[in-house]
């Protein structure tokens, strides 16, 4: 799976666009019953799965047993991972794919509990049992697999560049040398300045927002990470921001974290994916389909 259309070209009247779809993502309740790889003509594609049992999965063992499933998401990524404190309402293209395997397991939006978990500390959350599987920008990559398992991938994006509106359209990461970058602590993007573009200088902060608000108030020069999170971004203070046109700087493969060795929960994962192209496809469509993003959804990697 390749993109058809850049991220950088869709602009930011795509990109505000983006955001007023993020808002209307699907809905929290979803339907009685059915088959949950059938779409359905709603705001909410899927329909939750009844009698469901997974034998063999420790992670559904201990699901089943609490009687809910606790989801590690991001919580500042508009259209993709976001909680609007004033609404109490949680939206996003990865919101939706974390209820999509909920309701694939038998359980509506009453039974979810969401937590936020900052990039630095995911692996550690599941390792520790603290969620029972995690949706949000999470980057697939050898070393994280050191820890965990991921299902997946569901989406694939690559890393670019939120600037203030009048500054330098950058082109290229080694156009910011000896500038100040900043990115969330243990993600991909900021390992990747720091190893392989060491004349930038790096700042870090858990939260996403927290570089955004530091880049508006001139603290640093420009804030790095997928392309897909940074196009919210720019949505939210188009006046102040913008995302360069130059072309992505590497391919992140997005996955579902779960606990390693639970093969058969990742598995049934993997085969919802595989068999719901229509779902994935209207989760998109609602999210993130008006941004100008052309992408098609990437084949599953069952290892």
Request: hydrophobic share 35%; aromatic share 10%.
């Amino acid at each position: 799976m390749r993109f058809k259309k850049a991220f950088a070209a869709a602009g930011l009247v795509a990109a505000a666009a983006l955001a007023l779809t993020g808002c209307n993502s699907g809905s929290p309740a979803a339907p009685e019953g059915g088959d949950t790889t059938a779409p359905a003509e709603t705001s909410t594609p899927w329909t939750v799965a009844e009698g469901f049992t997974l034998e063999g999965s420790p992670t559904f063992d201990k699901i089943e047993e609490r009687g809910k499933v606790v989801i590690g998401v991001k919580e500042d990524q508009p259209g993709l991972g976001y909680y609007d404190n004033v609404t109490k309402e949680r939206t996003g293209f990865d919101v939706d794919i974390a209820r999509w395997i909920a309701a694939s397991i038998g359980l509506d939006e009453d039974k979810i509990q969401y937590k936020a978990i900052a990039s630095a500390n995911r692996e550690q959350a599941i390792v520790n049992g603290d969620v029972d599987y995690y949706v949000g920008t999470y980057s697939i990559n050898d070393k994280r697999k050191q820890e965990i398992d991921f299902a997946g991938p569901y989406f694939i994006t690559g890393q670019g560049l939120l600037v203030r509106s009048d500054d330098t359209d950058y082109q290229k990461l080694e156009d910011l040398n000896g500038k100040t970058v900043c990115s969330a602590t243990g993600s991909t993007p900021i390992q990747n300045i720091k190893e392989n573009f060491t004349e930038i200088k790096p700042q870090e902060f858990d939260l996403y927002s927290a570089c955004v608000e530091n880049l508006v108030n001139g603290q640093v020069d420009a804030v790095t990470t997928d392309q897909a999170i940074l196009i919210g971004y720019a949505a939210q203070q188009p006046e102040e921001l913008k995302v360069t046109s130059g072309p992505v700087f590497t391919e992140e493969q997005y996955g579902v974290g779960l606990a390693k060795g639970d093969d058969a929960f990742r598995a049934h994962i993997n085969d919802l994916f595989t068999e719901g192209g229509d779902i994935w496809q209207q989760i998109f469509d609602q999210n993130l389909g008006e941004s100008g993003i052309k992408v098609d959804q990437p084949k599953v990697d069952a290892y």
